[in-house]
């Protein structure tokens, strides 16, 4: 077989289609790769790439060439969203990523969300970032990540009385979480116009671990699974990655209708193959072992996913922006060298 | 105990555990009116049906959400009975704790559980919330008496500063009298090791059961 153009690797993998080898990607988002190495390197830098979809652009294309990661991914943070429903963001440093400063709601009981958050804000630099890139890498699978709809109310509405009323308050939650999700699903259709291959989804907050399987089941599959319905209604597949130790909720993870599911490092994806073999998984290198470990034990680690079947080879979770460029490659060539 | 003491003692326990606020506030007056000892109100009732919560979290049957209900049910009684102890009441402290949130944002949320359950677990808690410095938490924790303090930290690039407050407190040589034990998304028992820290824990209880060990062996060497 001949090698793959990477955006027909990626393709294929998430259309369940045999391929050469899995592809090797960092999403974007919450997952992103703009280390610090990258940015002295190019002269490419954050704050400033969060404000300007030529910057954001031209970020993500270094950190791809840079890294060896066979995708193209924006933005470089989880606050976008939030910050379209009226959040504070401390945008960060070079070597900071962005983080709520403050929520815009007290209570989920007093969410009001204007009709046209979507076509807003930041949401308009990561599609004109994302329209340059389509245009410019049309080889390349452009992903463009959002924050997910849990993820996004608990940033929108200060964080412990947001988990609490979603027991408490289970009708606003249900009222806030479908407002947000459709304003998701708007912003999820811009980036696709804009010519995003795939669209990954980020749902930190929305875990089996904080939630519990009963909840989770309740908000967070039901919305996410609206929100993939919609991405998948203007034909774009979707990533899902869920944070966390999983337990007795992986049974749940086959109830999400995303293309591929991406999940934490201290998660078995050989097992939860074994257990859910229709699953096209993704993942899951521990950051922890890319910030410290040595680049050849690295390498070893990243031959491990592919022999156990692991369909994207990703890092777990987020990137430590003081991780260097020769852990990252020993990561990427040894999925592309393969097991020898 | 009489009989309607240890009945009103495990409904206000129940209460608790059963996440009913207004029902905790009711019952712990009702055991001011009875003329029952607040300081056992508090310990046989709220306290006791917040470690029954712990323990449902512990094996999984409570999850975040619920355990912050129950917390705020604890606490509401708390602020009924506690005007009522006699000054002077035994204190049940079993150590102070100096917590705080070394960079993160809003997700604090693993703080705000560990403060609940060091304070369940008779632990006085000074929470210096998030965003904070290295050297404001060995001079807080200086200032405060503190027995331990506790980081937490939701990114992965500002774990150095756990090791920066480690540093100012070997400076001043205070290592034995304050232990530091972290956690938080990002932080392993690997790094904990790494940055010698006393002390790692991957959740809420798990972070009782370091802060004890940590009180029951203060002069035990740390893992190098």
């Known amino acids: 077989m001949n090698p793959l153009a990477p955006r027909e690797r990626l393709l294929g993998v998430l259309g369940k289609k045999l391929v050469d080898r899995p592809p090797v990607i960092c999403t974007g988002g919450m997952m992103n790769a703009a280390i610090v190495e990258v940015m002295q390197k190019t002269g490419l830098t954050l704050p400033e790439a969060h404000f300007s979809g030529a910057k954001m652009a031209a970020l993500a294309e270094a950190v791809s060439e840079h890294t060896g990661f066979e995708n193209i991914g924006v933005p470089f943070c989880m606050t976008v969203e939030a910050e379209l429903f009226g959040s504070r963001i401390d945008h960060g440093t070079l070597a900071c990523e962005p983080k709520i400063q403050t929520e815009a709601f007290t209570s989920l009981t007093k969410v009001k969300i204007s009709p046209g958050a979507a076509r807003a804000g930041r949401a308009v630099v990561v599609a004109e970032a994302v329209d340059r890139l389509s245009r410019k890498r049309p080889d390349f699978p452009v992903v463009a990540t959002l ?194 | 105990m009489s009989q309607e003491e240890s009945s009103l003692l495990s409904r206000l326990s129940d209460a608790v555990l059963a996440m009913d606020e207004a029902e905790t506030v009711r019952l712990a007056q009702e055991l001011l009116v009875q003329r029952i000892d607040p300081g056992r109100g508090i310990e046989a009732g709220l306290v006791d049906g917040m470690r029954r919560a712990g323990d449902l979290f512990e094996r999984e049957e409570y999850f975040i959400p619920e355990l912050l209900i129950c917390s705020d049910a604890m606490y509401a009684g708390l602020r009924v009975l506690q005007p009522h102890l006699p000054s002077g009441a035994a204190e049940r402290k079993k150590g102070i704790v100096v917590i705080g949130v070394v960079e993160g944002d809003t997700h604090d949320i693993g703080k705000n559980l560990v403060r609940i359950m060091l304070e369940t677990a008779g632990f006085e808690v000074v929470d210096l919330g998030r965003d904070v410095p290295p050297a404001t938490f060995v001079e807080r924790a200086e200032s405060a008496g503190a027995h331990i303090i506790g980081l937490s930290t939701l990114m992965t690039t500002t774990m150095g500063a756990m090791s920066e407050v480690i540093r100012r407190l070997d400076e001043r040589q205070a290592r034995s009298r304050i232990k530091v034990m972290v956690g938080g998304g990002p932080v392993s028992q690997q790094f904990a090791n790494r940055i010698g820290a006393d002390g790692y824990a991957a959740n809420a209880s798990g972070a009782v059961a370091v802060a004890t060990r940590l009180r029951q062996a203060p002069a035990e060497s740390r893992v190098p």
């Not at chain 1, 924050?147 to 939650?173: C, H, M, N, Q, W």
């Not at chain 1, 130790?245 to 995303?258: D, F, V, Y």
């Not at chain 1, 430590?320 to 990252?328: P, Q």
Request: aromatic share 4%; proline share 6%.
């Open chain 1, 147 to 340: 924050t997910g709809p849990v993820s996004v109310a608990a940033s929108i509405v200060d964080p412990v009385t947001f988990l609490k009323e979603l027991r408490t308050r289970r009708e606003d939650a249900h009222r806030v979480l479908g407002e947000v999700t459709a304003v998701l699903a708007e912003y999820a259709g811009a980036l696709v116009a804009a010519g995003a291959t795939v669209i990954a989804v980020g749902d930190p907050t929305s875990t089996v671990e904080i939630l519990g399987p009963q909840l989770f089941q309740e908000y967070a599959v039901r919305y996410l699974n609206d929100l993939i319905g919609a991405i998948h209604a203007l034909a774009a597949p979707v990533i899902v990655h869920i944070c966390g130790r999983l337990g007795n909720g992986t049974r749940l993870l086959p109830g999400l209708i995303s293309d591929a599911i991406s999940v934490d490092a201290m998660v078995s994806l050989k097992r939860l193959k074994a257990d859910a073999p229709a699953l096209v998984t993704m993942g899951n290198l521990s950051t922890y072992l890319l910030q410290w470990g040595p680049p050849d034990k690295i390498a070893e680690r990243a031959v491990e996913l592919v022999r156990d079947g692991v369909n994207i080879i990703a890092p777990a979770c987020g990137l430590s922006t003081s991780t260097t460029l020769a852990s990252i490659t020993a990561m990427t060539r040894a999925v592309k060298e393969g097991p020898s």
